[in-house]
């Protein structure tokens, strides 16, 4: 007999049973995106548990993004949408960045992997309406200020561009990693003419998508990209030099 079925089989705890009937009753529609769960007493009631699994299998609903609990309410049903699913990986995700700083040069791979394959299908589907929007957030980054306010306007094009893509699955994760990285990019703004360079590339991959040519497209959010992740290799450089002196 192999090992995998050897050992005794474990009682599982008394919260997983609760959280697995909440889970059925939420996937069978009995309870809607906004409606209110059953009181706390009426559920220790339903299903013969005590109070304490009762809040341990909303608390892990809560975590899953099923339900969302505001003090002094019942918890309420919430609406299941890819970007609030990913958004769920939000804080481990800025924990791990924090903790490791390589970490932050695996995220710029993926989303250099990511945005150079998304841009290409952005550029088959990019109409007259799109391009115009694109060229709009440009001008709005050159209006805007160095900072927050140009980095905004930076990652709504980005955004943009995943939208086109018309998959809410791209769309979602461009916008995390955008708001992962939102530091690492404030850096890189800061060097002196690096607002007036961004601007260029970006009207670059405009013209691609424009021209609905894929690999020019492709190629231009390479460079772009490419060209951000080395700033930042040189900026990370600059305030190393800085410490040690």
């Known amino acids: 007999m192999n090992d995998i079925a050897a050992g005794p089989i474990r009682r599982r705890k008394l919260s997983d049973e609760v959280l697995e009937r909440l889970l059925a009753l939420i996937r069978a529609q009995k309870l809607q995106p906004g409606d209110q769960l059953p009181p706390e007493r009426e559920l220790m009631a339903l299903y ?3 109070r304490p699994a009762i809040r341990e299998a909303m608390q892990q609903l809560a975590a899953m993004g099923r339900i969302t609990i505001n003090h002094g309410e019942r918890a309420r049903v919430s609406e299941v ?3 609030s699913m990913i958004s769920q990986f939000d804080t481990t995700a800025r924990f ?3 903790d490791d700083a390589e970490n932050i040069d695996h ?4 989303r250099l992997f990511f945005e150079a394959g998304m841009v290409r299908m952005a550029a088959t589907r990019a109409t007259p309406d799109d391009i115009d929007k694109l060229r709009g957030l440009i001008d709005d980054m050159q ?3 160095r900072g927050d306010a140009f980095i905004e306007c930076d990652m709504a094009f980005h955004s943009a561009i995943a939208d086109m893509t018309g998959n809410p699955i791209f ?5 995390a990693m955008l708001h992962w990285l939102k530091d690492y990019h404030l850096g890189i703004v ?3 003419g690096a607002e007036d360079v961004s601007l260029r590339e970006h009207h670059q991959i405009v013209d691609c998508l424009a021209d609905n ?3 020019a497209a492709e190629q231009a959010m390479r460079d772009h990209l490419t060209r951000t992740s080395e700033l930042y290799r040189q900026r990370a450089e600059s305030l190393g030099d800085g410490s040690d002196r």
């Open 107 to 110: 995220l710029k791979q993926a």
């Open 81 to 83: 949408t890819v970007h």
């Open 171 to 175: 769309s979602a994760t461009a916008r």
């Open 213 to 215: 040519d894929p690999d």
């Open 48 to 50: 013969g548990v005590g």
């Open 143 to 145: 209006r805007s200020q």
């Open 190 to 192: 800061s060097f002196r």
């Open 96 to 98: 791990l960045l924090d």
